[in-house]
Structure formats: C-alpha cells, structure tokens
C-alpha cells in the first residue's frame, strides 16, 4: 500500500473517532474525512468498490509486517471501539468498573442469602472464572460483525482488513482490565491473596485468550460476511460453551465425573476454555486460603504448577492452529468483501 494510502486510512479513523461501528452508514462522510487538503491522494467519491490491495503479501510474516506498518491505525481503531461502547450514557467509561462491581455484589448477596453453594467465598470464584471467559466472549462476539459493522470504511479505504477484528478483541482486553482490577478489589476486601508463586501464570493465560479471541474471531468476521446466520449462531455457541466450562461449578465436579465416565480425567480438558479458567481461578481465587475442609473441594485444582504449564502448553498450540486457520479462511474470503457487504 502506498504511502498516501495509508496516511488517508488512519486520518479517516483519527478525523471520526465518535462514530459507532454499527452506525458507519454515511459513506460520504467517510469519503470527506479521507479526502481532507492535506491528504495527498482523495478517493473519487462515487468510487463503490473494494480496495483491497491486490499486492498485499500472502504470507503470515507478510501479513504480520503489513499489520505492524499500520499500527497506528489498529491503536486508533481500538481507542474508537473503546470510546464508542458507552456512547451517549451518563456514566460513560465507568460502565467498565460498575458492571463487575454490581455484579460482585450480587452474586455475594444470592449466594450468601439465598443459594449457598457450600464453596468458601463463592462469589470471587465466579467472578474469577467470567473475568477471563468474558475476554474470549467480547473479543469474538466483538470480531465477529467488525467486517460486516464497518462496511463503508471496507469499499472506500484500503487498509489490513485484518485490523478490524483485531481492533475489537484490543478492545475486550481493556475492559478485562477493568474487570480484573475490581476483582483484585474483592479479593483484598475478602483478605483473600492470590497464589503469588503462580502469578506469572497470568501472563500466558491472557496472551493464549486473546491469540484464540483473535484466530475465531478472524474465521467468523470473514464467514458472517456471506452468512449474516454467523453472528446470531456465535450467542448460542458461547452460550453453551459457558455452561460446559467449570465456571459456575468447580472443575473438581468435572474432573471427577469424567473420570468415573470415561476412566480418564484428562478429556475434561478436550473443552480448550477449560485449562485457562481452572489455571486463571487457581492464580486469583487460590483454594489454599481455605481450611483442609473447605480444600477438599478442590484437591484437583491443587495440582504443582508443571500441570499447569503443560495444560496451557496444549491450549496455547491449539489456539496458534486456531489462529492459522481463522487467518487462512479470512484472507480467502477477503477480496470478496465489498460485493456481499
């Protein structure tokens, strides 16, 4: 892509950083953010046809590079996204802290009061299970209708169509910082530390979320091009896939039925959200601040840490094939893009 090219792409985002994604309908308010003086080349307005750019490389470290080189526009992108989910609401931004902050008080109230589930300190467990299930979920719920939401910004600007699913997985990830900083609120109310010798675990349990938020959400973004049917099967897909991952119940009811069933403990793991949430919940919630009693609920969470890491280990190669996949099936269908949108 050329270098005026580039400069019209970012100034486009830059210039209209309020407009929702699923509102983008003005083409020609689009086009007149792109064709500003001091741009060098302004699209012909009339022009309703897809730039992609027929040189882009074809490779993944080609791909990388392109998406490296527009940086500033995915960084731009992503802020949009960000301000843009709260638009015109009194509170604004700090939506991203009372969710979970409303939601921690809740579910302390149902299940003090009302549900007792028989698990110490109930509500921080599943709070810490939603944090990290809920950054997959936005990401790819989020990446899913990026392609088909910013359909004017697709015929009338060439840029990485990759940037647009990425931008809004960036974007799920700043509202888990949020979620995870008023989880880290809660635990300190409860007086309840994490397992600091794991903390690190944290690391590559966010960065394996995000790499398989972002290879799903580039296969779906492409697919719900030709079949708007994608966005509205992806609701009951995670739906189902909250309920068969141990959030609202401990991984050791799992674990132990699995076992029983098929005499192999190890297929309670073939769910890829699994190893992530028991890992995620083992790091934050930690069953070792609990009494031997209350420990015996979780004597399968409270395993050393090399289980862990080999756990993650396959989670992180499954959400790397992943990636290729999505990555293969989107640059397939991408030079279709403008004729279905």
Same mark, same amino acid.
């Given at each position: 892509?050329s270098?005026p090219?580039?400069?019209?792409?970012?100034?486009?985002?830059?210039?209209?950083t309020?407009?929702?994604?699923p509102?983008?309908?003005?083409?020609?308010?689009?086009?007149?953010?792109? @064709?500003?003086?001091?741009?060098g080349a302004?699209?012909?307005?009339?022009a309703?046809?897809d730039?992609?750019?027929?040189g882009?490389?074809?490779?993944?470290?080609?791909?990388?590079?392109?998406?490296w080189d527009?940086r500033?526009?995915l960084?731009?992108?992503?802020?949009?996204?960000?301000?843009t989910?709260?638009?015109n609401?009194?509170l604004?931004?700090a939506w991203?802290?009372?969710?979970?902050?409303l939601?921690l008080?809740?579910?302390?109230?149902?299940?003090?009061?009302?549900?007792?589930?028989?698990?110490?300190?109930?509500?921080l467990?599943?709070?810490?299970?939603?944090?990290?299930?809920q950054?997959?979920s936005m990401?790819?719920?989020g990446a899913?209708?990026?392609?088909?939401?910013?359909?004017?910004?697709?015929?009338?600007?060439?840029?990485?169509?990759?940037?647009?699913?990425l931008?809004?997985?960036?974007?799920?990830f700043?509202?888990?910082?949020f979620?995870?900083?008023?989880?880290?609120v809660g635990?300190?109310?409860?007086? @309840?530390?994490?397992?600091w010798?794991?903390?690190?675990?944290?690391i590559?349990i966010?960065v394996?979320?995000?790499?398989?938020?972002?290879?799903?959400?580039?296969?779906?973004?492409?697919?719900n091009?030709l079949?708007?049917d994608?966005?509205?099967f992806?609701?009951?897909?995670?739906l189902?896939?909250?309920?068969?991952?141990?959030?609202?119940?401990?991984?050791?009811?799992?674990a132990?039925?699995?076992e029983?069933?098929?005499?192999?403990?190890r297929?309670?793991?073939?769910?890829p959200?699994?190893p992530?949430?028991?890992?995620?919940q083992r790091?934050?919630y930690n069953?070792?601040?609990?009494?031997?009693?209350d @420990?015996?609920?979780?004597?399968r969470?409270?395993?050393p840490?090399?289980?862990?890491?080999?756990?993650?280990?396959?989670?992180?190669?499954?959400a790397l094939?992943?990636?290729?996949?999505?990555?293969?099936?989107?640059?397939k269908?991408e030079?279709?893009f403008?004729?279905?949108?």
């Open positions: 892509m270098q090219d580039r400069a019209n792409a970012e100034r486009a985002i830059a210039v209209d309020t407009i929702e994604p509102l983008v309908a003005n083409v020609e308010q689009m086009v007149a953010a792109a @064709q500003s003086p001091s741009s302004p699209f012909p307005p009339s309703d046809v730039l992609v750019d027929s882009r490389p074809d490779t993944i470290r080609g791909r990388l590079i392109d998406i527009h500033e526009l960084a731009n992108m992503t802020r949009r996204d960000v301000k989910r709260h638009k609401s009194l604004g931004a991203n802290l009372l969710n979970p902050l939601q008080a809740i579910y302390s109230v149902v299940f003090t009061f009302f549900l007792s589930s028989g698990t110490p300190r109930y509500p467990k599943l709070l810490s299970g939603m944090v990290i299930y950054l997959f990401g790819v719920t899913t209708v990026s392609i088909v939401s910013n359909a004017a910004l697709i015929k009338k600007i060439s840029f990485p169509r990759e940037v647009l699913p931008a809004a997985v960036g974007s799920s700043s509202t888990f910082l979620r995870l900083t008023i989880l880290c635990l300190a109310a409860f007086r @309840q530390p994490p397992e010798s794991m903390i690190w675990l944290l590559p966010v394996i979320v995000l790499i398989m938020a972002s290879g799903l959400g580039l296969l779906f973004a492409a697919l091009v079949y708007r994608v966005q509205h992806l609701d009951l897909a995670l189902a896939l909250f309920w068969f991952t141990p959030i609202i119940y401990a991984y050791d009811f799992v132990i039925a699995i029983d069933l098929f005499g192999y403990e297929i309670a793991m073939a769910n959200m699994t992530l949430i028991v890992a995620f790091v934050m069953p070792t601040n609990f009494s031997i009693e @420990q015996a609920n979780f004597q969470m409270l395993r840490t090399w289980w862990y890491v080999e756990n993650l280990a396959i989670s992180g190669a499954f094939a992943l990636l290729y996949c999505g990555w293969r099936v989107f640059t269908i030079a279709d403008a004729e279905r949108l």
